[in-house]
């Protein structure tokens, strides 16, 4: 099993920062893909962000590029998400993934909610 732990949502005015992190461990492999999705209330979750072990393959949401960053630091197995112009309508439960594809994560984390405010 992988254990996959999220911090630094929070609640944020329209057009602040945020940048979340996340913490792997567990049976983690560091050739996974890792990567963020959200749900918003009301909605299904949605892909926003993925990146491969070496950095070459990072796959954006349309909603989100440009204003969002993801990185990860394989030493400390450990994915980021620089959240930079921040919308309401970003405001949802973040969630960490990992898996051998973007497409097909096999471990969650539990979220982190991140709320931005107009």
């Known amino acids: 099993q992988v254990q996959l732990v999220e911090s630094g949502g929070g609640l944020v005015q329209a057009g602040g920062s945020l940048r979340l992190s996340c913490a792997a461990s567990?049976?983690?492999?560091?050739?996974?893909?890792m990567g963020w999705s959200r749900q918003a209330p009301g909605k299904e979750r949605e892909f926003v962000a993925a990146i491969n072990r070496s950095g070459g393959y990072i796959h954006y949401a349309d909603s989100v590029k440009g204003r969002f960053t993801i990185s990860r630091d394989n030493g400390k197995n450990m994915v980021y998400l620089q959240m930079n112009s921040l919308k309401p309508e970003d405001t949802a439960v973040y969630y960490c993934?990992?898996?051998?594809?973007?497409?097909?994560?096999?471990?969650w984390g539990k979220g982190t909610l991140v709320t931005v405010s107009s």
């Open positions: 993934a990992v898996g051998w594809s973007d497409s097909d994560m096999d471990y």
């Open positions: 567990g049976r983690f492999f560091s050739s996974y893909v």
